[in-house]
C-alpha cells in the first residue's frame, strides 16, 4: 500500500488509470455505473476500510466528492466522478468536464419555513436576507445574478436548522426527495439548478492517457445507455 | 521573529537555487546555441503599452501610480514586452530576429490555491520567420530545451488557434454567444458546450456533435483525416495548416514528441495560427506553450509575423526532480 501512497500527488502515465470515487450518496450509483462499464467493484463493495483498491486497468480511490476536484486537478487521480453541485461551487478548479452521468439527480433550492414571511419581510424591509448554505458560492452567484443583496452564512452541518433558531431567513440547500425539508418544516421557494454526476478527467491525463480515458468515457455512456 | 511575505511569493534557498541555476544554464544555452540572443527588459512598464498587446487586461493584475502620475503595470508575460522592444529597437533589422529570455512575471492568485503571483519563465520569441518553417524552428528549440532539462517523456500539443473562432462563425454563432462557447471548450466543459450549443438557434444537431467530436480529436497524425471527415471550411483550414506544420517538423526530424490536438485552445488574447501546450506525465499542469501570433507585431506598429513558448520554470523543476525519481527506485 505504501507505493500506492508515495505516487500519490503527481499524474504518471503508467500503472492503471486512477479514478476518484466520490464515498457518500454518490457512491452506491457510482458503483452500478462502474460495474455496467464493466470495471470490477466488488472489492469497493466490501468490508474492506481501505481507501484504495487497486486494479489491472483502472485503481479506483474513494473520497469524499467534494474532495474530488482537488485530487483530479492535481493529476493525483487522472479521472473521478463527482456531483455537478461540487464542480459550480468549485468553479476554479480547473477539470475537463467529459460526461453527464445522469444519475444522483437533486436540485439546488431556496427554502424558508412553511408559512413564514422572513425571506420577503427582511428584503422588503432590511433590502437583505440571510441566507444559510453549504454552498456559498453558488448561493452568491444565483443571488448576484438575481439582483438580489443577501448576507451569505456558510455552515457545515444540518443547514435546516438556521432558519429554526434564527441564524438565517432561508437556506439554500440540496434536495434529492424533499423529506429533510417537510421534515423540518421547511418548503422550496425556489429553484436554483439541477444536479446530476458528472465523470472529470485531469487536464494533462486527458491529453497524455487520451486512449485510456476516451475510452473509460465510451464505456460509462455505453453502460448507461443500457 | 517571523515576517511574512505577500501569498504566491517565496524565497529560494541555496540548495534549490543550485539546482534551479543549473536548469537556467542548461536552458538558456540551448536557446543561444540556435541564435536566440538573451535578453532582459524592465518588470515594470506603461500599462498602456502593456494593453495595447493584449486588450483583455485580465492578466494584468499589478497597477499603481508612480509619483508624477504615471499608470505603471507589472508584466503578465514576456511576450508583449519583446513585442514592444522589436518594434522599437528592431523595427529596421534584418529579419527574422531570435531573442530568448529568463523573467519573472506576475499574475493575479487565487487564494489558497498554491499559485505563484511571481513566477520565472524560459523562452523564447522569433519575429519575421512566418509558417509553416517558423512554426516547426520554434518546436524544434522546444524539444531541444526538454531534452537538455531532462524531461524525455515530456509532449507538445499543437493546435489551431483560429479553427473555433471559424467553425463557429460558419455556424452563424456571434457576439456574445461565441465568446460564451469559446469559454467552454477553453475550459473542456463538454456537458455545458453540448447544452449551449443545443439551446442556439440555427445551429444544428450535426453541427453541436461536429463541435464536441473535434474537441476530443487528440493523437497522431490520423487525428487530422478524422477531423476532415466531420466537413466544412474551417475544419479544413485548420488541417490543411497543421499538416503543414506537420511536414515541416516531420523534414527536420522533430516530430516525435508532437501530439496533435484539435482541442486546445489557449486563452490569451493575441494568437492565432499554431498553439502549442507542453505536457509531462508527472506533472498535473500544463508545464509551459506557446504559438503563433502574427497579428501582435501590428499593434505595435511593425507587420511581421512571430512565434514563441514560454516554459514555467517552478513547474519544470518539480517536473525534472519527479522524473529523477522514477529513474531511480520507479513505481
Known amino acids: ?226 | 521573529m517571523i515576517h511574512p511575505i505577500p501569498p504566491g511569493t517565496r524565497d529560494v534557498l541555496p540548495d534549490e537555487m543550485r539546482e534551479l541555476r543549473r536548469l537556467h544554464l542548461a536552458l538558456i544555452g540551448v536557446f543561444e546555441e540556435r541564435g536566440y540572443g538573451e535578453v532582459a527588459t524592465p518588470a515594470i512598464e506603461y500599462d498602456e503599452v502593456l494593453a495595447r498587446g493584449d486588450g483583455r487586461t485580465a492578466d494584468t493584475a499589478y497597477r499603481f501610480f508612480d509619483g508624477s502620475g504615471d499608470l505603471l503595470a507589472l508584466r503578465s508575460d514576456m511576450t508583449v514586452p519583446i513585442a514592444r522592444l522589436i518594434a522599437t529597437r528592431y523595427a529596421k533589422a534584418e529579419m527574422p530576429v531570435r531573442l530568448c529570455y529568463l523573467a519573472n512575471a506576475y499574475r493575479a492568485v487565487r487564494p489558497q490555491r498554491g499559485q505563484m503571483r511571481e513566477f520565472a519563465q524560459a523562452g523564447v520569441e522569433l519575429i519575421g520567420a512566418p509558417a509553416p518553417e517558423g512554426t516547426a524552428e520554434i518546436v524544434e528549440v522546444l524539444e531541444a530545451a526538454l531534452d537538455a532539462a531532462g524531461l524525455e517523456r515530456a509532449v507538445i500539443g499543437l493546435g489551431d488557434a483560429d479553427l473555433y473562432r471559424q467553425l463557429l462563425a460558419e455556424f452563424g454563432v456571434e457576439g456574445g454567444a461565441r465568446d460564451s462557447i469559446l469559454g467552454r471548450l477553453a475550459a473542456h466543459d463538454l456537458v455545458g458546450l453540448e447544452t449551449e450549443l443545443s439551446e442556439l438557434q440555427g445551429v444544428s444537431d450535426d453541427q453541436v456533435a461536429t463541435c464536441v467530436a473535434l474537441s476530443q480529436l487528440r493523437g497522431g497524425k490520423e487525428v487530422l483525416e478524422e477531423a476532415r471527415a466531420l466537413g466544412g471550411a474551417a475544419v479544413e483550414r485548420a488541417t490543411a495548416r497543421l499538416g503543414e506544420t506537420l511536414e515541416a517538423l516531420e523534414a527536420r526530424g522533430v516530430s516525435n514528441r508532437v501530439q496533435i490536438d484539435l482541442g486546445l485552445l489557449r486563452d490569451l488574447g493575441y494568437y492565432s495560427g499554431a498553439i502549442l501546450e507542453v505536457y509531462d506525465p508527472a506533472l498535473g499542469h500544463v508545464l509551459g506553450g506557446g504559438g503563433r501570433y502574427d497579428g501582435l507585431l501590428k499593434r505595435f506598429g511593425i507587420d511581421q509575423p512571430a512565434a514563441g513558448f514560454a516554459l514555467y520554470m517552478e513547474r519544470v523543476h518539480v517536473a525534472q526532480m519527479e522524473e529523477e525519481s522514477a529513474d531511480g527506485g520507479g513505481t
Open chain 1, 1 to 226: 500500500m505504501s507505493a500506492e501512497v508515495a505516487g500519490m500527488g503527481r499524474a504518471k502515465a503508467e500503472g492503471p488509470l486512477r479514478l476518484a470515487v466520490p464515498r457518500g450518496a454518490l457512491l452506491g450509483e457510482t458503483l452500478d455505473a462502474l460495474d455496467a462499464a464493466g470495471i470490477d467493484t466488488s472489492e469497493v463493495r466490501g468490508e474492506s476500510r481501505s481507501l484504495i483498491f487497486p486494479g489491472q486497468s483502472i485503481t479506483l480511490v474513494t473520497m469524499r466528492p467534494s474532495d474530488v476536484p482537488t485530487y483530479v486537478e492535481a493529476g493525483a487521480a487522472d479521472v473521478g466522478i463527482t456531483g455537478k453541485d461540487v464542480l459550480l461551487e468549485q468553479a476554479d478548479r480547473v477539470v475537463y468536464e467529459l460526461l453527464d452521468l445522469g444519475f444522483g439527480r437533486c436540485r439546488m433550492v431556496l427554502a424558508g419555513r412553511v408559512g413564514d414571511e422572513r425571506l420577503g419581510e427582511s428584503e422588503r424591509r432590511l433590502g437583505m436576507m440571510r441566507i444559510a448554505t453549504k454552498y456559498p458560492r453558488i448561493a452568491e452567484r444565483y443571488f448576484e445574478g438575481t439582483g438580489r443583496q443577501v448576507e451569505v452564512i456558510e455552515v457545515k452541518g444540518s443547514v435546516e436548522l438556521a432558519p429554526l433558531i434564527g441564524l438565517a431567513d432561508g437556506i439554500v440547500d440540496l434536495v434529492a426527495t424533499g423529506r429533510t425539508l417537510e421534515e423540518n418544516d421547511l418548503e422550496v421557494r425556489e429553484e436554483i439548478l439541477e444536479c446530476t454526476a458528472r465523470f472529470v478527467a485531469n487536464r494533462v491525463a486527458h491529453k497524455l492517457r487520451a486512449r485510456e480515458v476516451d475510452g473509460l468515457a465510451a464505456k460509462l455512456r455505453q453502460g448507461l445507455a443500457r
